[in-house]
């Protein structure tokens, strides 16, 4: 079993659905990454948490230490919102554990 | 406010050449980590580098595979006598301090090597 999961691996949505990307682990961590990569692109970092709830724009990312859990949320997504998005632990301090990544298309 | 630039973006080599490939941090950050991204799979860890020292290497390939950050200048990735399996996207990231104390990353657009 990976240490960590995403779900779902690929989601097809229209231009203005509310999406959900989830990403369960399974070891301590210190912080948690929510990161955005664009088909032949580079990396981009949107959130980092250690807890609670951030909100950047759109983008919506929460995280529940307990259950070991967080979630990404797009509201109001549009078709430039497509892209893979990568859930990363850090177990410790620098090394980060990579989920699979979500690919996700927003159709017009 | 430049962020980390890698170059090149593309980088073609053909199998027992060398590969340098190049990673300046953003300003102010002394801390740089490099990870591979092979095809249709996920980023792994590669190097964790401050000025002038190795921090840990434990996810480089004991061969052919080198790091560097020098007081000057950018970080180098050095990968000698390439082989096909040596594609992959390369990325480079960068913070002001240990992660482990709250400082975020910020990645590079990445080089993407091709061993013909």
């Known amino acids: 079993k990976n240490e960590v999961e995403q779900s779902p691996q690929n989601l097809t949505a229209q231009e203005g659905e509310f999406i959900t990307i989830n990403c369960s682990y399974s070891v301590g961590i210190s912080a948690l990454h929510w990161l955005q990569q664009h088909p032949g692109g580079g990396i981009v970092s949107l959130f980092m948490l250690s807890s609670g709830k951030k909100k950047h724009g759109r983008l919506i990312a929460t995280i529940n230490i307990q259950e070991k859990h967080s979630s990404l949320h797009i509201t109001a997504s549009h078709p430039r919102d497509s892209a893979v998005y990568i859930c990363a632990v850090s177990p410790s301090n620098y090394q980060l554990i990579w989920g699979a990544g979500t690919k996700l298309i927003i159709k017009p | 406010n430049a962020g980390v630039m890698q170059n090149p973006r593309h980088l073609v080599r053909r199998r027992g050449q060398e590969a340098r490939l190049r990673c300046s941090p953003m300003k102010g950050h002394s801390h740089v980590y490099w990870y591979r991204q092979l095809p249709e799979e996920g980023l792994k860890f590669m190097v964790y580098?401050?000025?002038?020292?190795?921090?840990?290497e434990s996810g480089m390939p004991k061969e052919r595979f080198s790091a560097e950050f020098p007081k000057e200048g950018p970080s180098i990735l050095r990968i000698q006598q390439v082989v096909r399996g040596d594609s992959a996207a390369y990325f480079c990231?960068?913070?002001?301090?240990?992660?482990?104390?709250?400082?975020?990353?910020?990645f590079g657009s990445g080089t993407r090597l091709t061993v013909v």
């Open positions: 990231a960068s913070s002001p301090a240990m992660i482990q104390y709250g400082a975020g990353y910020t």
């Open positions: 580098l401050q000025k002038e020292n190795i921090i840990d």
